[in-house]
């Protein structure tokens, strides 16, 4: 059943794979480099890179077909940007239709260069969103092969119910939303989005827990006052990489996030699979949530 799916505790996210610039032979290493580290997850999107990242990785996958069995495969589709490859468009603009549905896992399949999709997200919420479409593409695309898992990213709580419901009669569980999580972003914390994710019993996937780089060198306020913390906190645990305690405050939650780690340096990546082994105590926690909204607990 698709809610047996699993991720590794970290995924690895490609969505800057085009601006690293890497030979094949350097992608082929960054893609083995994060199997040695337990990251077998993989997540793309088809527009990442300008619609190039998919093809940059399964270009690095083609000189090495046996890796595939080895890891997991995430895209993720429903965007359709205004590129200057796509002179048809006018707009940014959201499809969720069936056939780009399709459409799009086709050619995710090809630019990744695999017969299969482990999981695949809708992108986007969109307001023009037929959920009997999307459940239907999705168990045309489950019944072909083609994709054996199925989530969302950025939906609400109200959303995600309204595409269960219509998933359900067909015998599919989401297993995943992919929402924003980090000591600088707590919406999905209070918004009911983690709560779903337990009574689910499904894993958030977490994108920018590092809040863009901005808590490691931002100016804001709440920057300033999460760093003060994070290297209070990161000294109680003998550490100097203050990233690695942003990856322990996202694990302490119980919906148990996935975090995305969007770096192509091995050093980064083995710094955050090494914040596993951190457990931050009810007040260290609870001192970061402070630091970011600027007050106590109620």
Not at 203 to 221: F, V, Y
Request: charged content about 20%.
């Amino acid at each position: 059943m698709s809610n047996q799916f699993q991720m590794s505790d970290f995924i690895a996210g490609f969505w800057r794979l085009a601006s690293w610039d890497y030979s094949i032979q350097q992608r082929l290493a960054l893609i083995e480099q994060y199997l040695e580290l337990g990251v077998t997850t993989m997540d793309h999107a088809d527009i990442y890179g300008q619609m190039q990242c998919e093809a940059l990785f399964g270009e690095a996958l083609s000189l090495k077909p046996s890796l595939r069995s080895k890891l997991q495969l995430i895209s993720k589709c429903g965007i359709k940007p205004a590129f200057d490859s796509t002179p048809e468009r006018y707009v940014n603009h959201y499809d969720t239709s069936r056939e780009h549905l399709l459409n799009s896992v086709e050619n995710s399949l090809t630019r990744l260069n695999t017969d299969h999709l482990d999981l695949l997200l809708i992108h986007r919420p969109d307001p023009l969103m037929n959920a009997d479409d999307v459940a239907h593409a999705f168990k045309h695309l489950q019944q072909s092969g083609k994709v054996l898992n199925f989530g969302v990213s950025n939906f609400s709580t109200a959303q995600f119910e309204l595409l269960q419901s219509r998933l359900t009669p067909l015998g599919i569980q989401l297993v995943t939303n992919q929402v924003e999580i980090s000591p600088a972003n707590m919406a999905s914390l209070h918004d009911g989005t983690l709560d779903q994710c337990q009574q689910y019993k499904i894993a958030p996937m977490a994108w920018s827990c590092l809040g863009g780089g901005e808590i490691i060198t931002g100016q804001n306020a709440q920057a300033v006052r999460l760093r003060e913390i994070l290297h209070r906190v990161a000294d109680n645990h003998q550490t100097q990489d203050i990233s690695q305690i942003i990856y322990a405050w996202v694990a302490a939650l119980p919906s148990k996030p996935k975090p995305i780690i969007g770096s192509g340096k091995l050093q980064r990546i083995q710094s955050a699979v090494k914040s596993k082994q951190i457990k931050l105590d009810k007040q260290e926690w609870f001192s970061i949530w402070e630091a970011s909204t600027g007050h106590s607990v109620p």
